[in-house]
């Protein structure tokens, strides 16, 4: 068995874990020693429940999800099956515009499909997408993801995504967000536009208050 850290974020710590010949992900939420205790317990406890969760749903409405093979509640624990792949922020400046676009496209869809299902991510952001070799894409880092989610919550998703795009992408932003919007579309239909609406109104409200 080995054992490395492939990622520390002030969130959470991910290990590769290798047993067997087949490559998993532990995904623990350390303490957080400047939160009180109470709040403390209470945030992994719900963060990592509501992950397992909807990585399970996600899943069951048809979009690319590691695996959970395991939760350890006393120790704030995820065992998932390890996407071999790279985020899709890094591939962003990497591809062709034609595949920059195609990408997009397929990460709106994915978003659409969530939605359809009435789960908002939470943290749709492009570190939080992995792309394997086969150009295909998974959705990961579900913690902060809700259920039952009305207009507000689906526009503000979609608000995410375009402010995500705005920091970190900004070169590509706007061809990145229209293939976004267009893939979320092909998937909605008529119920895209009252989300997208919103997205707009988000921003404005940002904007003046
Ligand atoms: N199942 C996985 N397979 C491959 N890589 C992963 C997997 N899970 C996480 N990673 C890598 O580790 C990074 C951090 O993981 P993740 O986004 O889940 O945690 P985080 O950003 O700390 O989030 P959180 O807000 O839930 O604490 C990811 O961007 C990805 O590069
Ligand atoms: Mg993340």
């Known amino acids: 068995m080995t054992n490395d850290i492939i990622a520390l974020g002030a969130e959470s710590e991910i290990t590769r874990i290798t047993i067997w010949g087949h490559t998993y992900v532990a995904k623990r939420r350390p303490r957080k020693p400047y939160l009180l205790s109470e709040l403390d317990t209470y945030l ?90 086969k150009s295909r894409l998974w959705m990961i880092d579900f913690g902060l993801s809700e259920f039952n989610a009305d207009t507000e919550m689906k526009g503000v998703d979609l608000h995410l995504i375009r402010r995500a795009f705005e920091t970190t992408h900004w070169t590509h932003q706007d061809e990145m967000l229209q293939s976004t919007i267009e893939g979320y579309t092909e998937v909605l239909g008529d119920f895209a536009e009252p989300n997208l609406s919103r997205m707009e109104e988000i921003r404005t409200r940002g904007r003046y208050h």
């Open 44 to 133: 992994r406890a719900s963060r990592t429940a509501r992950e397992c969760k909807s990585l399970n749903i996600a899943r069951s409405l048809g979009i690319p999800t590691p695996a959970v093979h395991s939760v350890d509640m006393q120790n704030y624990t995820l065992i998932l099956d390890h996407i071999a792949g790279k985020q899709l922020k890094e591939a962003v400046g990497q591809v062709s515009p034609s595949l920059l676009r195609r990408l997009c496209n397929q990460f709106g869809s994915l978003i659409g499909k969530l939605h359809d299902g009435n789960l908002v991510h939470g943290d749709p952001t492009t570190s939080n997408v992995i792309i394997d070799k």
